[in-house]
């Protein structure tokens, strides 16, 4: 366990920052881990690929698919759902670009990453690419301290602050995990690891714009994986890189991508390592019951809680006046928005009220909702365009009220009373998702995409991690050809 002093909890830098976090990443054993955390991680890892699964086919995932597989050469990691090999580095980018590929994936909510878009795609390739057998115990370890590195190294810059600007969070904070993961793996020892982590940081970047509407947002954490999973590599070969990269004042990875943070102090670099391994982050990842950006789900969940204590209140847009929606900074930032026609579903998916409109007319906010023939349809426009997002400056005010958010529906007859609803927090932050609830997701999610015995296989080994089995069955079985949704069909 690693305590803080006064002095580093008020943004100093922390001294040895990147050397305490490496030896704790080297020493660290499945033993030294309590069971819960464990077991949480192999269902964490079983989220990611459903997501994953149902990613590899959806039409921006072939075009970049495409677009990689005619600049690379066949090599011995497989594109997941592809029954293609290339080298690690782009099969690692490709698999991570299909993880993230449709707003169903994992993200921690203080601190914005997702994680397992960045930390299964760089393990699996690299379990592939080496030649040493590498136990499955092994394998779950570097996984879980890949889960966990992620957001501690956003916490070190408040995490969702940076997010607020501009900055695509995950993108920034995931290339040290997929290196300190992937360098777990090959069990290097500490040094190796921070001049892993070190290369790995020096390629950290991300640009929020991606978010209306390209198809790169899909594949920013895909950089992140395979820069990790690069430095990994790297290093392995005897190739050196940053020493003390977190903690350096002038162009280390906390001074530099803190410089203009609008907290105070604008940097917390002692989170990255306090309490570790007692308070442990992977336990802060959320899963998503809804495809769309974390920050929507709040406003759904607002829209529910209408429909469940007022069953008629939203039956007819006409009569609705406005729907005023009170969220945090980042919430506002990244989804207090109404993307303009023609909609693509990346933007479709990253705007709170667009996602809202589709709670009010499906009832629901999944896969279906962003197919692209539903898009388009006015009666989810007529009411997109019924909310007014708003930033409240009271729900920034900590990680405890960040996730708030406030909905007050007014309605065209004055005399009819105005309907105020409050949701502290949505559902899969608070509370999370529990282990079957995640396990139904991913049956769910898979059906009809890929064989039944080949689904229940994979199930099978992911939640049998760390008792012996053979993790290659795990990849090959990925590598095998899957399906396109219908509803995405050209």
Known sequence: MVESTEAEKSGVQVPGLTAKLCEWVGALQLSDVPEEVVTRTKYLILDGLACAIIGAHLPWSETGTKAVLSMEAAGSCSVWGWEKKIGPLPASLLNSSFIQSFELDDFHSEAPIHSSAVVLPALLALLQHTESPVADTQFLIAALIGYELGPRVGLGLWGGDILSRGWHSGAVFGPAAAAAATSKLLNLQP??????????????????????????????????????????????????????????????????????????????????????????ELQNINVKPYASMAATHGTVDCIRKIQELHPNALSDVDEVEEIIVEMSGPAFKKGGWVPERPVKSTSAQMSAPYAAACQIVDGAVFVQQFAPAFLEREEIWKWAHKFRCVHNPEFDRDKKTMWGQKMTTSFKNASREKIEVFVPAPRGVKPLLTNEEILEKWRKLTEDIIDVDVRDKIEGLVLGLGGGIEVHQIVELLGKQTQQLASFKS
């Not at 991300?206 to 509407?213: D, N, V």
């Not at 990875?253 to 308070?279: C, D, M, Q, V, Y």
């Open 191 to 280: 040094g190796k690891i921070e001049e892993a982590i070190g290369i790995a940081c020096t390629q950290a970047c991300g640009l929020m714009s991606a978010q209306y509407g390209s198809m790169v947002k899909r594949m920013q954490h895909g950089f992140a994986a395979r820069n990790g999973l690069f430095s990994t590599l790297m290093v392995s070969q005897g190739y050196t890189g940053i020493k003390e990269v977190l903690e350096t004042p002038y162009g280390g990875f906390i001074s530099t991508f803190g410089n203009g943070g609008t907290r105070e102090p604008p940097t917390t670099p002692h989170r990255i390592i306090e309490n570790l391994g007692s308070a442990w």
